[in-house]
T-cell receptor
Framework: EPEVTQTPSHQVTQMGQEVILRCVPISNHLYFYWYRQILGQKVEFLVSFYNNEISEKSEIFDDQFSVERPDGSNFTLKIRSTKLEDSAMYFC??????????????FGPGTRLTVT | AQTVTQSQPEMSVQEAETVTLSCTYDTSESNYYLFWYKQPPSRQMILVIRQEAYKQQNATENRFSVNFQKAAKSFSLKISDSQLGDTAMYFCAFFNAGGTSYGKLTFGQGTILTVHP
């Protein structure tokens, strides 16, 4: 069964450093998403991406964040200057089109980002 | 904006018994979908069950079923014959199909379910 993959599984970085989190969505999917989950809290939407542009973004997704689909397979989330409060699990998801029912979002295993 | 509330931070159940997890939501929209996701200790998000708001019939997937009360804006998950592998965090999630949200899911706070042998 096709699946969303994410690398790395765990990233440790120092405050102020740039990080890039990578995702490989399912190959025939067209919509891509990033969510984050601070430890012990709920999953929060960050951004959705379609046709090489951002479709929607949340208040969390400020100028420090950017997304890119550099080639036909990868989908990346960049944080330019990490802060301690960016420490969280980041989930990538993809779907065939932008909504259910048959177009459910498939989630990757997540990247745990630790900012020290 | 939509909100999703799960009022039970933690629940426990004995193996083979039945447990119900609660979820309420608030929306002014009429066209939406509701989901339950499971997040085991591995932290992978797994879709358990979905419900279309326009359907009156409650969704069922094997041992998982929902009680969807649209007027009350309630969406509970019932797990029958609980198994040890059901131990996980469970999230209720909302999707507004009538707006311009491109697949954005709004999640509740989660309920940690522990199944005891």
């Amino acid at each position: 069964e096709p699946e969303v993959t994410q690398t790395p599984s765990h990233q440790v970085t120092q405050m102020g450093q740039e990080v890039i989190l990578r995702c490989v969505p399912i190959s025939n999917h067209l919509y891509f998403y990033w969510y984050r989950q601070i430890l012990g809290q709920k999953v929060e939407f960050l951004v959705s991406f379609y046709n090489n542009e951002i479709s929607e973004k949340s208040e969390i997704f400020d100028d420090q964040f950017s997304v890119e689909r550099p080639d036909g397979s990868n989908f990346t989330l960049k944080i330019r200057s990490t802060k301690l409060e960016d420490s969280a699990m980041y989930f990538c998801a993809s779907s065939e089109i932008g909504g259910p029912p048959s177009h459910e979002q498939y989630f990757g295993p997540g990247t745990r980002l630790t900012v020290t | 904006a939509q909100t999703v509330t799960q009022s039970q931070p933690e629940m426990s159940v004995q193996e083979a018994e039945t447990v119900t997890l609660s979820c309420t939501y608030d929306t002014s929209e009429s066209n939406y979908y509701l989901f339950w996701y499971k997040q085991p200790p591995s932290r992978q998000m797994i879709l358990v069950i979905r419900q279309e708001a326009y359907k009156q019939q409650n969704a069922t997937e094997n041992r998982f079923s929902v009680n969807f009360q649209k007027a009350a804006k309630s969406f509970s998950l019932k797990i029958s014959d609980s198994q040890l592998g059901d131990t996980a965090m469970y999230f209720c999630a909302f999707f507004n199909a009538g707006g311009t949200s491109y697949g954005k899911l709004t999640f509740g706070q989660g309920t940690i379910l522990t199944v005891h042998p």
